[in-house]
């Protein structure tokens, strides 16, 4: 059973940084992995998710040149760095693994609990 744990979150004011990892539990680390956040009131979206390799990388544009996700097959973790962040970024991230690619939320057949951020201005 494959078992994704997010950490990192928490509060941090307007324009400071945090660094969100996921630890993959089990026989599989998928070969896209993402971020996706939801925030109260709103649907999840998604936020980063990169391949295998890392060669293929997503980004919402609400978070280009402000996030970077990365991965480290050797020991099944894949962070996500925030920076500049802004009270909109002020959410639920999850983690989430695919197999089939950088594709929308469906495709992810594998997610986390969850990590809150919050963003105070």
């Known amino acids: 059973q494959v078992r994704l744990v997010e950490s990192g979150g928490g509060l941090v004011q307007a324009g400071g940084s945090l660094r969100l990892s996921c630890a993959v539990y089990?026989?599989?680390?998928?070969?896209?992995m993402g971020w996706f956040r939801q925030a109260p009131g709103k649907e999840r979206e998604s936020v980063a998710a990169i391949s295998w390799r890392g060669g293929s990388t997503y980004y919402a544009d609400s978070v280009k040149g402000r996030f970077t996700i990365s991965r480290d097959n050797a020991k099944n973790l894949v962070d996500l760095q925030m920076n500049s962040l802004k009270p909109e970024d002020t959410a639920v991230y999850y983690c989430?693994?695919?197999?089939w690619g950088l594709g929308p939320e469906y495709e992810y057949d594998y997610w986390g609990q969850g990590t809150q951020v919050t963003v105070s201005s």
């Open positions: 989430a693994g695919s197999d």
């Open positions: 089990g026989p599989t680390f998928s070969s896209y």
